[in-house]
């Protein structure tokens, strides 16, 4: 199963793909964005494509569950209510794969109903809707920021 695009590119961006920074090349990051609202899943791919990540969407657990078993990903963007479970139950499978990467879980709830949980699965942050272009890339940005500290 491949990954839905919702700009409908056709390409799909390889690993070694290296945009040069400030600092030189270095290495585009992976991101799973899951979200079943057709509107906010193009609107985070496209603010994450803008800051040069390699952006993969999906609308459902199933379809996130596929993208892993297919792949690997640097962090993942998940909305926490989706039409066949929830953001954790992604979040559930990506620890189980052994991955650290910064798991950021974008609800309309109240964040408060779902702190529970948040330790249970090593969810970076919550962030809640409505978002802000900004409140995501910074989020993405001190993920990736910790987890190059933590590996000096």
């Given at each position: 199963m491949r990954v839905q695009d919702p700009d409908k590119r056709?390409?799909?961006?390889?690993?070694?793909?290296?945009?040069?920074?400030?600092?030189g090349p270095m290495e585009t990051r992976r991101i799973l964005v899951v979200d079943d609202d057709d509107g906010i899943r193009v609107l985070l791919c496209?603010?994450?494509?803008?800051?040069?990540?390699?952006?993969y969407s999906t609308e459902s657990v199933a379809g996130a569950g596929a993208a892993l078993a297919e792949q690997s990903f640097d962090a993942f963007l998940l909305d926490y209510r989706l039409?066949?479970?929830?953001g954790f139950d992604i979040a559930k499978i990506v620890r189980q794969q052994g991955s650290n990467g910064p798991i950021i879980l974008i609800t309309g709830y109240n964040s408060e109903v779902i702190a529970a949980d948040v330790k249970k699965f090593e969810i970076f942050q919550i962030i809640e809707k409505p978002f802000t272009r900004n409140t995501i890339c910074s989020a993405l940005?001190?993920?990736?920021?910790?987890?190059?500290?933590a590996a000096s």
């Open positions: 056709s390409e799909t961006p390889s690993r070694s793909e290296t945009p040069s920074s400030s600092n496209r603010m994450l494509r803008d800051q040069e990540y390699n952006v039409r066949d479970g929830s940005k001190t993920a990736f920021g910790q987890i190059k500290d």
